[in-house]
């Protein structure tokens, strides 16, 4: 491992690179400025490392403590692991794990979905619960943050004081999806304040003719109102509302890659239907009918419902999973 960490953003409007070097303490040192090729500019994460999906034999014997591991990064001496609580973190080959609470999940290449790990230098990106990209050590240990405002299409980079080192517009660099691999979307719902809030602007939204939608078979989320009616059953479209409130879609190839997911999935999605539901009951009192994967309150003439979809392609293998909020009137 070099002497120092480095961080780099690759820029999309110029053909550069910045650098920022940081001391072992994690102290800022200075930015480097590198023209780069055309061809490095379709690299949306730069210099990440291949990983094997099978235990590295210097971290097998620990493997009753979790359900997946990187091979460990050699020179760092560190496996990125899932522990089987679900917890993101770092063996280190004595057996000691670091992790760090702020930290969802690691981030992963958008090519073949393999975690990126550490780069040559001793850092790895991880997803923050905020939504931003904490830049970690082999300690678990925050060296630099990427400070992603979506709303306002902005991003900066923090050193580990969180003073400002350089600002970009969205147009500049790459800026990665809010959706997280591994579920780490779903987590950050679980707020009372924020459920509230979407509750109240589902209910005040006017209601309008819309579709379920399906990743495997269309139409796809976010298409829910943008209904082909040539094509469409009658009986397929409805007449209020619907959020997906939650929802994630894996690929055989990606079930194949990273096996606990289906199993966590179903977990994750059944806790999240249980959570929101506990908030709809305290916002519309108890449910008309209370389902273990689907409840129904009724308001006037309208029905709300809450329920947990799976969406699956037998054929292929891929897997869908959404929590859905959703009305329609009495006479739909």
Not at 30 to 38: D, H, L, V, Y
Not at 91 to 113: A, R
Not at 125 to 141: D, L
Not at 146 to 171: G, M, Q
Request: with cysteine.
């Amino acid at each position: 491992m070099k002497n120092f960490y480095t961080v780099e953003i690759i820029r999309k409007d110029k053909n550069e690179k910045n650098t920022f070097i940081f001391h072992l303490d994690g102290s800022f040192v200075n930015e480097k400025i590198q023209s780069i090729g055309r061809g490095e500019l379709k690299r949306e994460n730069p210099e990440f490392v291949n990983i094997k999906r099978n235990y590295d034999p210097k971290v097998k014997r620990f493997s009753h403590l979790f359900t997946y591991a990187t091979s460990i990064y050699e020179e760092i001496g560190v496996s990125i692991v899932r522990t089987n609580d679900g917890i993101w973190g770092l063996l280190h080959k004595d057996g000691t794990i670091f992790n760090n609470e702020n930290l969802i999940e690691p981030m992963i290449n958008n090519t073949d979905y393999e975690i990126i790990g550490f780069s040559d230098s001793g850092l790895a990106p991880f997803y923050t619960k905020e939504g931003n990209i904490a830049f970690i050590n082999k300690n678990s240990e925050t060296v630099a943050v990427l400070n992603i405002d979506r709303e306002n299409e902005k991003a900066s980079l923090l050193d580990k004081n969180y003073n400002v080192l350089k600002a970009w517009k969205f147009d500049q660099i790459y800026i990665p999806d809010e959706c997280y691999f591994f579920g780490g979307n779903l987590c950050r719902l679980f707020e009372e304040e924020d459920f509230t809030e979407l509750v109240n602007e589902f209910l005040e939204e006017e209601p309008s003719e819309y579709t379920f939608p399906s990743e495997i078979f269309g139409p796809k989320i976010g298409d829910e109102f943008d209904i082909d009616h040539e094509n469409t059953k009658d009986n397929d479209i409805h007449y209020g509302n619907i959020y997906i409130i939650g929802y994630a879609y894996y690929s055989r190839f990606e079930l194949d890659k990273y096996v606990f997911l289906h199993s966590y999935m179903e977990r994750l999605f059944t806790k999240g239907y249980y959570f929101f539901k506990s908030k709809l009951n305290g916002l519309l009192g108890e449910p008309y009918i209370d389902g273990s994967e689907c409840s129904v309150w009724r308001i006037n003439k309208t029905y709300i419902i809450l329920d947990i979809f799976y969406d699956t392609d037998k054929k292929g293998g891929d897997f869908g999973y959404q929590i859905r909020l959703y009305s329609y009137d009495e006479m739909d």
